[in-house]
């Protein structure tokens, strides 16, 4: 009889920690599946549109905040948000070993971006100095992390160009050389981002204070899109792309990037979602976000193609030994490369811009209203 009640003993053992450790993984299931929501673009079923841009705010900057370390009780442990956060704000150790990688800063960026746009459509709403004063802490932020991703951007231009024209660059000494200094650039730059524990604990603490005015925000429920009409009406006449020729060029399609991909994110903030769906909708400002992303992603070639040209363009012979440095020969054939794509791109944003702002600008409002009342409907 003992072996006999040990085996019934350790088999109920059994089966109540395989029980314990199922609820366990369901709770936690629910956990993620309740912070992917709180984080997730786009109007909830029956959530008013104040509040969910208000929860998606506070979603970016928490994912933000993550990224650089401060960890999740770091991010949402402010107290009542309105988004079921809780913690005991004590961010994670700003020591240097903890640093954020290239990737957790690029993903910040992306955040930030997400939050200027958001703030863009509820200039009105916020008023123009509550707006001034949140970009430029955003701005000062997004500033403090573009060393690392600026030299890997200009490293990725050079290798896309060498990629393109491998006989005329590829097999040239001055190009293998700007592309090992670049590449050297690039591992500095990266080692260095964020190193310093005060810069970091400065960084996470103006985001910090961002989030705790975000979450004070009170905006009226409004019926459609009537909150932000008027901000995304402003914001797609300046993304246009009317004016983009002249000696102002560069200055004029990076200014039309920047609303461009507001107008991606206020498409995507203003879609309608469903939490049991895998995926996002696949309606009228769905498409809108996708072909408003792959215009950016143009112009964004097109500018650092031509950030990439000033430098090598200005790095003269008393230059000699820093990073941009090249021959007369190099430096010419290079600058023949970036001409030749930025022409080929020029060419391909115009033809998207004029696919993407095609309606007159009633009609493209009246068919964005509707598609997020028809949302709204599903």
């Not at 985001?207 to 925000?217: E, F, G, K, M």
Request: hydrophobic residues 40%; positive net charge.
């Amino acid at each position: 009889m003992a072996p006999l009640a040990a085996t019934l003993a350790a088999t109920v053992a059994l089966g109540v920690g395989v029980g314990l450790s199922r609820a366990r993984s369901e709770r936690e299931r629910r956990r993620l599946r309740e912070h992917e929501l709180e984080r997730r673009l786009g109007v909830l079923p029956g959530e008013p549109l104040g509040e969910a841009l208000r929860r998606m705010a506070l979603g970016q900057i928490d994912l933000a905040l993550e990224q650089l370390g401060a960890g999740e009780a770091g991010a949402s442990g402010f107290g009542a948000t309105g988004n079921g956060a809780k913690g005991n704000g004590a961010p994670a150790s700003n020591g240097a070993s903890n640093a954020p990688d290239e990737r957790a800063v690029h993903e910040t960026r992306k955040a930030i971006k997400r939050v200027r746009a958001l703030l863009r459509l509820l200039h009105d709403e916020l008023g123009e100095r509550a707006c001034a004063r949140e970009h430029a802490t955003l701005r000062t932020i997004a500033q403090r992390l573009s060393g690392a991703r600026d030299a890997a951007v200009m490293l990725a231009t050079l290798e896309d160009l060498i990629e393109r024209q491998p006989r005329k660059l590829g097999r040239r000494g001055g190009v293998r050389k700007l592309r090992a200094r670049l590449h050297a650039e690039h591992e500095r730059a990266r080692e260095q981002a964020l190193r310093d524990p005060a810069a970091r604990a400065e960084v996470l603490g103006e985001l910090q204070a961002l989030r705790w005015r975000v979450s004070a925000w009170r905006l009226p429920e409004r019926k459609g899109i009537a909150l932000v009409d008027a901000d995304l009406e402003r914001g797609r006449r300046l993304a246009h792309g009317k004016g983009v020729g002249g000696h102002k060029r560069v200055i004029a399609f990076h200014r039309w990037r920047k609303r461009v991909k507001d107008l991606r994110y206020a498409a995507e903030m203003l879609d309608c979602v469903r939490p049991d769906a895998p995926g996002r909708s696949d309606g009228e400002l769905r498409r809108l976000a996708r072909r408003a992303d792959e215009l950016a992603e143009t112009l964004g070639e097109e500018h650092d193609l031509a950030i990439f040209a000033a430098h090598v363009r200005g790095a003269g012979k008393r230059d000699r030994g820093q990073t941009w440095h090249t021959g007369r020969g190099t430096r010419a054939r290079l600058l023949r490369a970036v001409a030749k794509r930025r022409r080929a791109l020029r060419k391909l944003a115009l033809r998207r811009g004029k696919r993407l702002y095609g309606e007159r600008p009633g009609r493209f409002m009246r068919g964005v209203r509707a598609a997020h009342s028809a949302g709204r409907r599903r």
